[in-house]
C-alpha cells in the first residue's frame, strides 16, 4: 500500500504544471520589467546596491525615506557598509538599523549633523534633500553660478540650488519630461536609482569595479544538460531520471586589462539593447556587464559589433601600461621612438593589458589611433662576436643550435646598448660582442652590442 502511495504522489508530482521560467533577458525583479528604470535597477541589482524584498519585487516606485536614500547612495560608493567607524552620532530609533551608513556619510560630509533629526531622516525624502546628498559626494566645489533653467526652479530651496545646478551641470540631473524639477515632490526608489546609475557610468561614484565589466563577447557556449531528477523513485535501485535540464550558458568576455574570461549567465540575467531571442546573439558585440557575488553575468547591456578598420601596426617592447580612468599601453618601436596606445574596449590582448611586463616584445595592430590587438611576441636570442657583415646579412662567430649563425636584414632591427637605450656608438663593426633578439634568423628585432 505503502509502494503505491508512493508511485500515485511521484506521478501527480511530474504531472503538475511547473511554474513558468522567465523570458531569457527579463531580468532580476518581474516588477522592473519593462519599467521606464529597469536598466538601471538591474545593473544596480546585479552589484547589490538595490536588494529586493523578501517576495522578489524591488517595488521601483515606492517613496524613500532619506535615511533609505543615505543607505542606497552608500551602497553606490566606496564608503561601504562593511567599512565600520568611530564617530558617535545621535539618530532616532527609527534608523538604528542604519547607523553605520549614516556614521559614515557624516564623517564624509555627505549629510550634516542637522539633518540627523526624525523629521529629515524618518520622513518621505524631497528630491532637492538627495540632491544635496549626492552632490556633496562628488567632493568638488558647488556650483553657485550657473542658473537653472526650468519653469519650476523656483521652488527649489536656496540651500539646495548649488547641489541642483552641479547636478544639472554635470549632465547627472536632466529633470522632466514637461521641463520641471519637482524639487518638492518626495523621490522614490526608481528615481533614486537611475540618478545613482548615472553617476556609476559617469565614473562619479565606483562601487565594486571588479564586478563591473567592459568588453566584447568573444563566444556563446551552452553547457551540456544534466539529467532531471523525478521525485519519486523507488529508493531501492536510486532516483530515476527525467527529461534532461538544460545546460548554463557560459560567455567568453574579453576585456582590454583583464583578456579572455568565461562567466556563466544567471538565469535571470537583465539583459539591454538586444531583441534576438538567444544568448548566442552576443557574439562579437561591445558590452557592458556586472557579475554578481556569484561571479555570473547578471546585467548585459548590449552596444554595437566589433568591426576593425584599417588596420596599421606596429612592432616594440612594452616600455609601461598605464592605469588612469582608461587604460594606455607606451611602446618602445625599432627606431627606439614611444608611442602611446589607447586601449578600448575593443582591445583584445592574451592576458589582458595589465599582465603586460617592462620589456616585454609585443605587434600591436591599430584602428587608427586605438590598440585593436596586442599579441605577445616569441622570441629567441643568440649571442657572440660579429664574424663578419655582407649586405643584409650578419655573421655570429658562434653557431646556435636553434638559430644557426646567420641573421637576415639585421640592418632593419632596433640597435641598442646593453642596457636597452639606443646605441649611439658610430655602428656595428667586426668583432663587436652582440646580442641578438629575432623571431627567427630571418625576423631579427633587436641588436644589443655588449661592448
Known sequence: MKRCFLIILAFLIVASPRPALA??????????????????????????????????????????TAVEAVVLLMRATEYTAARTTNLKIDIPAGAVWAKNDLALAVQNGIVANEELQPSVLLQPAPRYLVWQFL???????????????????????????????????????????????????????????????????DGWLNPVPARRLEGWVQAVRQDAGRSRPLTGSTGISGSRTGSPLPGRYIITLSTPGGGSKDYPLATNAGVFNLTLPTPFALENLHVVAALNRRNELAFIKAYEPRQPGQLTANTGTVEKVIQGRNLQLVLRDLDHELHTYDANWATTVPGGLLSLKQGQWVKVALNETAAWNIEPLEVKKATGTIEAIEGRKLYLDKFDKNLGNVFLDWERARLSGKDGTEYTGSGLKIGSKVEITCLDWDKVLEIKVQD
Open 23 to 64: 523570458a531569457w533577458g527579463d531580468g532580476l525583479f518581474p516588477d522592473a520589467l519593462n519599467h521606464w528604470a529597469a536598466e538601471p535597477l538591474n545593473f544596480l541589482g546585479a552589484l547589490d546596491i538595490v536588494r529586493g524584498y523578501p517576495d522578489g519585487t524591488c517595488r521601483p516606485d515606492q517613496p524613500l
Open 135 to 201: 552632490a556633496r559626494s562628488l567632493k568638488i566645489p558647488l556650483d553657485r553660478e550657473t542658473a537653472l533653467d526650468f519653469s519650476d526652479a523656483a521652488q527649489v530651496p536656496a540651500g539646495a540650488v548649488p547641489a541642483a545646478s552641479t547636478l544639472v551641470r554635470l549632465g547627472i540631473l536632466r529633470g522632466q519630461p514637461d521641463g520641471t524639477l519637482r524639487p518638492l515632490d518626495t523621490i522614490t526608489r526608481a528615481e533614486l536609482l537611475a540618478l545613482l546609475a548615472r553617476m556609476i557610468e
